[in-house]
């Protein structure tokens, strides 16, 4: 029964392809459930392009790339000691990304000629260096120690253009990893400093840049007659009206019906997040699955591995074995089946 994302393999790999060619120095990024591929899916796909270096989002994720990617890897993560998890990897190919002067130090101590990019603490405020301990960590950077560039993080929706300025106006390095810095802006920034090599970060607009290559279905599995007032599933909810019930794969284990809180930020936004509250309280949820040209309502919340939809009568129902499609957010959603035409 399985929930299956089905990928448009010739549309897929140009856009890819367009996107590699349209920013120099590109450093796809692979990390999570990789965007739904897979890490090593995405692995081979960063060769294929020819890139150089791929990132990781933490150490743990190091072992499933390194086997299919022939470059550098770099891991997102801020090194601790702690947290990393190096055994029987090729330690060369792994570039660190350092935040503290005490990490810094602690990994000098490790041996081994460590290669690593320090991040410097943007208006994100998640991790990194201020501009002057940046600046005081370089002075004093411990020996055998391979400082490769700089790696900015920037927030969405804010000027990234200036704000990567005022980091590259300081000269502390020739190389600069960045996030979240749209085409023109990067565009702009190289032109103001030729003497700066930017390697722009991308994961989403690279991978799930070109939706309409990408198509996610869940099979149904039953289809069951129910009048008004008949209880169903495990919370034995009343049938609205006279209908079906359909029971179609995909559920939590999928991430179906699982959401992160709302970044909502505008009148609108706001207005439909209530109203999708409202709707909650009431027992009602719009699922992510269509039929007949109209997403459907959750029956009841997702169980594991299906979910239970209502269907009413004036809807011809799918038959056992069709197909209804779905929008997924992919980065919290594993597929069953990945299938690349």
Known sequence: MPLTLTVDGPRWRAHLREVAD????????????????????LARRAEWLGCDVLAVGSYEELPQVLSRFGGDV?????????????????????????????DLEALAERGGRPRVLLEGLTSMRRHGFTAEDLERALASVPPGVRVEGLALHLPFGTDGAGEVASWLSRGLHASVFVS????????????????????PRVGTSLWLGDRGALAVTGTVLDVHPVRRGERSGYRQRRAPREGHVVVVSGGTAHGVGLEAPTAASSVRQRAVALARGGLDAAGLALSPYTWAGRQRWFLEPPHMQVSMLFLPASVSPPQVGDELGLDVRFTTTTFDHVSVT
């Open 74 to 102: 770099l891991v997102l993560s801020p090194w601790r000691p702690w947290s990393c998890r190096e055994e029987g990897i090729d330690g060369s190919r792994v570039v660190h990304t350092v935040g503290r002067l005490e």
């Open 180 to 199: 979240h810095l749209g085409e023109a802006a990067l565009s702009g920034l190289a032109a103001r400093h030729p003497d700066v090599t930017l390697r």
């Open 22 to 41: 349209r920013l120099p120095g590109l450093v796809p990024v692979a990390k999570g459930n990789g965007y739904g591929f897979g890490l090593g899916r």
